[in-house]
């Protein structure tokens, strides 16, 4: 492959993830739960755990998961219950994209909380 294919190739999934993912505004709760993923990649996580782990409420989790989902960052699977009775639970993780998108974003989002504000003319600068 020349070099300037894949120039090409790289230029087209930077594009194809700002366009999918810059529709997703960072609060509080999506860097919480990006976090939270994170911490172990390879570890699925069901909608409670998450939710213990990112200290959120199902009214927040769910639809924000959802939303991930739809952007193809985030992938689910139901579990196949071990004993009769036990209810099933829908496990999640973040996909190849979703595990670079959430450093991507968790960065960016980190060094923009490092700049200190700027005072009434004088220019921001960054903290020690």
Known sequence: MSGETRAVELTVDVVGYMCRVSRMRMTGPLQRVLAVFLADTAAPRYGYDLMKAARLASGTLYPLLARLERQRLV??????????????RKYYRLTGEGIRAARLELAQDSARNRRVPARPGRPARESS
Request: charged share 30%; proline share 14%.
């Open 75 to 88: 992938a689910s699977a139901w579990e196949v219950p071990e004993h009769e009775g036990q209810r099933p």
